[in-house]
DNA sequence: AATAGCAGTAGGCCCTGG
DNA sequence: TCATCCAGGGCCTACTGC
């Protein structure tokens, strides 16, 4: 999801709608939910979303959850504890479809719509009442047609602001609607857990602790002042005006996301440095065909590098003009690698590469310089990209990565296997 | 005993250029 | 010329959540 956006300025008449019309509308165990709709056989019996060898749980319904498996849960333990669970492989595609379908749902009621994830979204429906009933109206609704359309069921928390909206939709879960009206705000919200608050994790959960705050209530009896210095500026501030039902966010259409990015986790711990080269052209071809494809380019590169023992560093680089090139990435990420690896080499659990400071790619005018020829890696790209489109996403890749010749990852002369 | 693949922000540190 | 301060950018880690 993304993390709040900061509060905006307050209108005169004080924080945020003075009624409960924000919804936060969140499908129930989506990604298992979407598995036993299309596989009936599976109704009734515990079923876990998740796989590989070194995967966690994504999603698990019902009847598993009561073995006490939940979502982020390594696969390991959530099979030692509800082994007659049936495991199901991720579908994504099948979940971007089921999400586009409930979108389409809530943008018939509001424009005001803010998707968090595929199975997630808030709404602003203050200004439907004429057309659509009042906000418990709307959420029943909705709540209707999901069910009849799509065969799913979600629980709706509906309230004056975002974050007390999706707490209670966390609060009424599966297949409810909670309304919290803005009188009853701080009686709901002060005897729950600081972890219910979003944006407590585990970490600062801890720290809420050894103040001895454990409930809401408590963090609004603490000063501000205390909460910034155990948690910071921001964060002490925020999570004090939020205890106080203060919350100033407005539900806004989706914003354009600032970095782009790929990676992944291996069966097995790599050291093979040929093989560290060939996953990392890997991720760049998929990173630089994602920004082409947003018709983005991105002006900085990072890499993400974690070791067998789970550590884990990043490293980044800033172009001098942005990139939507394959071989760019790709260069730029070995060579921070490269130093990377320069004095140690532990085992690699992950690799990841990321583009962000992303802007429209446009034909910039492109100054070559001195010892700079015109490479034809965009054509390249070009060409895959047109080649994928027509054959399959499989149909084109760079001769390196083909199964059978684990050779050498193509060019980059100045970064190579050879010295790595 | 095991820990995905994304994405986002905050805060600390260091360097650079006035 | 040197010391000092400050602002801004870049980099990195830590944390959060779906």
Redesign the pocket.
């Known amino acids: 999801?993304?993390?709040p956006?900061?509060p905006a300025p307050l209108e005169s008449g004080g924080p945020g709608p003075s009624d409960s019309r924000i919804l936060h509308v969140d499908m129930d165990a989506f990604y298992a939910s979407v598995a036993v709709r299309d596989a009936p056989e599976l109704r009734g019996r515990p079923v876990i979303v998740g796989g590989?060898?070194?995967?966690?749980v994504?999603s698990a319904t019902y009847e598993a959850r009561a073995f006490g498996v939940r979502?982020?849960m390594?696969?390991?333990?959530a099979r030692g504890l509800c082994p007659t669970a049936v495991v199901v492989p991720a579908d994504h595609g099948r979940y971007r479809e089921v999400s586009r379908a409930i979108m389409d749902v809530f943008r018939d009621v509001t424009p005001l719509v803010a998707p968090?994830?595929?199975?997630?979204a808030f709404l602003d429906v203050g200004g439907g009442r004429r057309l659509f009933g009042t906000p418990v109206d709307i959420a029943r609704a909705i709540r209707g047609r999901i069910a009849t359309e799509q065969g799913l069921t979600c629980s709706v928390g509906v309230a004056p602001s975002m974050f007390v909206a999706?707490i209670a939709s966390?609060r009424c879960k599966p297949d409810g609607l909670l309304v919290v009206p803005p009188d009853e705000v701080l009686a709901f919200l002060h005897p729950l857990p600081t972890?219910a608050?979003?944006?407590?994790?585990?970490?600062?959960?801890q720290?809420l602790t050894r103040l001895g705050i454990r409930t809401i209530g408590d963090i609004a009896r603490t000063p501000a002042d205390t909460l910034r210095r155990a948690?910071?500026?921001?964060?002490?501030g925020h999570l004090h005006a939020l205890a106080h039902g203060r919350d100033g966010r407005r539900v806004e259409p989706d914003?354009?996301?600032?970095?782009?990015?790929?990676?992944?986790?291996f069966s097995a711990d790599l050291a093979d440095p040929e093989r560290l080269a060939r996953e990392l052209l890997r991720?760049s071809g998929?990173v630089a065909a994602?920004l082409r494809a947003r018709g983005q380019a991105a002006r900085?590169i990072?890499i993400k590098v974690r070791h067998a023992?789970?550590?884990?560093?990043?490293?980044?680089?800033?172009l001098a003009e942005p990139t939507d090139v394959t071989w760019v990435i790709y260069r730029t990420a070995g060579e921070?690698f490269d130093e990377l690896r320069a004095t140690s080499r532990p085992l690699v659990?992950?690799l990841?590469v990321?583009a962000?400071?992303l802007s429209a790619a446009g034909r910039t005018s492109h100054q070559l310089a001195f010892d700079e020829r015109p490479s034809g890696w965009a054509e390249v790209d070009r060409a895959t990209d047109g080649a994928r489109r027509r054959f399959g996403e499989e149909s084109v890749r760079p001769a390196s990565l083909l199964p059978d010749r684990p050779r050498r990852p193509a060019p980059p002369r100045e970064w190579g296997p050879g010295r790595v």
């Open positions: 999801m993304k993390p956006p900061e590989g060898n070194r995967g966690v994504l979502s982020a390594p696969m390991a333990r968090i994830s595929l199975d997630e999706k966390a972890a608050l979003w944006g407590v994790g585990p970490r600062t959960e720290a948690l910071g500026a921001g964060a002490g914003g354009v996301d600032v970095s782009v990015g790929a990676e992944e986790t991720l998929r994602r900085k990072s023992d789970f550590s884990t560093v990043t490293r980044a680089r800033t921070l659990r992950l990841g990321r962000a400071r």
